[in-house]
């Protein structure tokens, strides 16, 4: 079993820009457009810091959301405050793999600079490659978003890390009532990410995108990462979509309403109403009756189809 230790995916710049500079300083970091120092500003709780510089981020990107504004001060919290020192990043190095550092220094701002609101990193000498991780980690770590925590797949980072490689797919989740389920509609998020415009839902809402990337994918909220958050093509509603992944009926009713209630108050504007979906792979009596006096949360079963062409 690993030690007790905390890893996150945090992105160096878009498209890991900034990837080289970084390792090379010794820094992990963002900015984001906030252009204060935050020494004595980054509070434990990131809800107050994002209830505080939400404002701010709004007053200087007025053409920008509530939602992008909350996942920009979200990143830059969790990067300047929320990973302790001792957690370890895994950050892409924009050529397949992964620089792995220890986080060892407080916050500190560096005007005028890459990246301003920084960490500093000891970084290990050994990167991990991405063909070499499991497609559960490999998910997680490849997530649109500045940072993720990808804390739950700590056994096999440390294996990676090491060396001792025995990637296997499991699930740390103790609401995970089938295995089976969970490893299938894990696939069916990313397939239905790339698919999106053929579905239903599609036809009617986008994932939310951020100049041309598609942030709504395991957006982070306070009860942790939504699976789907898309938007009506008129912009009227923010639809919230979770994928049953194999766990128990009411976890996930009860989940689904967490993260509608946080869209509902944290990110959708003034005349935003918010919905929910459930997917499963089969139907399921719990859910629809939960259901019956959720009438904002519609239920949805997938299939997977496929034919087989004999090779001429």
């Known amino acids: 079993m ?56 709004l007053e200087k990107h007025p053409d920008k959301s509530k939602i992008t504004a909350g996942l920009a001060c979200g990143a830059v919290h969790t990067v300047s405050k929320g990973i302790p020192k001792g957690g370890i990043v895994l950050c892409p190095n924009g050529s397949g793999s992964y620089w792995v550092g220890e986080v060892v220094g407080d916050y500190s701002y560096h005007p005028g600079g890459i ?14 490659a991405r063909a070499e991780m499991s497609s559960e980690l490999k998910n997680s ?11 739950k797949y700590a056994d096999e980072i440390e294996k990676l890390i090491t060396g001792n490689v025995s990637a296997t797919l499991i699930s740390t989740d103790e609401t995970v009532e089938d295995p089976t389920a969970f490893a299938l509609e894990k696939h069916l998020e990313e397939f239905l990410v790339h698919n999106w415009s053929q579905t239903s839902l599609g036809q009617h809402y986008n994932i939310y995108e ?25 912009k009227q509603t923010l639809l919230v979509v979770e994928l049953k992944k194999g766990r128990a009926s009411d976890a996930v009713v009860g989940q689904i309403q967490r993260y509608m209630g946080y869209v509902l108050e944290e990110l959708a504007e003034d005349d935003q109403s918010v919905r929910g979906v459930i997917i499963a792979l089969e139907d399921d009596v719990r859910i629809r009756r939960a259901l019956k006096v959720a009438p904002n949360i519609d239920f949805y079963l997938y299939q997977v189809s496929f034919k087989l062409h004999k090779a001429s």
């Not at 920084?118 to 970084?123: A, G, I, K, P």
């Not at 770590?141 to 804390?151: A, F, K, L, Q, Y």
Request: net charge neutral.
């Open 2 to 57: 690993a030690s007790m230790k905390n890893y996150y995916r945090v992105m160096l710049g878009r498209k890991s820009t900034y990837a080289q500079e970084c390792y090379q300083g010794q820094f992990i970091g963002t900015h984001f457009g906030i252009d204060t120092d935050l020494t004595g500003k980054l509070s434990e709780d990131w809800r107050e810091f994002n209830r505080q510089f939400i404002p701010y981020y």
């Open 115 to 128: 990246l301003p609101h920084r960490r500093t990193v000891r970084w290990y000498s050994k990167a991990i």
């Open 141 to 151: 770590t490849g997530s649109i978003g500045t940072v993720s925590n990808i804390t």
């Open 210 to 234: 951020e100049e041309g990337e598609l942030v709504g994918q395991q957006y982070p909220s306070d009860t942790g990462p939504i699976d789907i958050l898309a938007i009506s093509k008129d």
